[in-house]
């Protein structure tokens, strides 16, 4: 059963504290990228990985930071920095050149910070 | 600043009635502009999409109408049924990795 898997579904912490989102695909694609979705808003880029070892800033990385040291696995990390971190995050993949466009994406994280 | 405009925020319809979700964009590069569907909770799935050489584009009961001229897209659903209440997304790419998305319109459908 193919697809991305986003753990946990919800996930609480207090202000001040680094949390780490996980993001796993089976579907053996090369780029994956790290969104936000906040009310009323459509999705904003945070990073993007277009291959293992590599990834690139999106439009609102301050506050962020992730890694990429297997193909299947792109974990994002919320630290104190991030000012307002209470959000949906979705992580999505895509095949890779010539398909970097059709994202695919993972049921989710709510993150919400007190 | 949102490079692709969408409207309305939200609509609602009756069951067999056609909502239609307007998009609109400035970047002349956009070559590829697909739709995407969010049911609450959920995260988004790829619905349709459309390139700017084609005026419209059809898949099951959604339709996708293009006007290259004028900068400007559309989604239409046909027939709409209550299982179709959800957010739906417009996006756009210049054919890499970034999606630029609109802010998302909520459509209901009533029974």
């Known amino acids: 059963d193919g697809g991305i898997t986003q753990s946990p579904k919800y996930l609480f912490r207090k202000e001040g504290q680094n949390v780490t989102l996980s993001c796993e695909q089976n579907l053996n694609h090369d780029a994956m990228y790290w969104y936000r979705q906040d009310p009323g808003q459509g999705l904003r880029l945070i990073y993007y990985s277009q291959i293992v070892n590599d990834f690139q800033k999106g439009d609102i990385a301050e506050g962020y930071s992730v890694s990429r040291e297997k193909k299947e696995s792109f974990p994002l990390t919320v630290t104190s920095a991030q000012k307002n971190p209470t959000a949906f995050y979705l992580c999505?993949?895509?095949?890779?050149?010539?398909?970097?466009?059709?994202?695919?994406f993972g049921p989710g994280t709510r993150l919400t910070v007190t | 600043q949102q490079q692709v405009k969408q409207s309305p925020q939200s609509l609602i319809v009756q069951k067999g009635g056609i909502p239609i979700i307007n998009c609109a964009y400035e970047?002349?590069?956009?070559?590829?502009f697909p739709w995407y569907q969010q049911f609450p909770g959920k995260g988004p799935a790829l619905l349709i999409a459309?390139?700017?050489?084609?005026s419209e584009k059809k898949e099951g009961r959604f339709t996708i109408s293009f006007n290259k001229s004028a900068k400007q897209f559309s989604l239409h659903i046909m027939d709409s049924q209550p299982g179709d209440s959800a957010t739906y997304f417009c996006?756009?790419?210049?054919?890499?990795?970034?999606?630029?998305f609109g802010a998302g319109t909520t459509v209901t459908v009533r029974a």
């Open positions: 996006a756009a790419s210049k054919g890499d990795y970034k999606l630029s």
């Open positions: 459309i390139r700017p050489d084609v």
């Open positions: 999505a993949s895509s095949a890779g050149p010539g398909s970097f466009h059709e994202q695919y």
């Open positions: 970047n002349t590069a956009f070559d590829y």
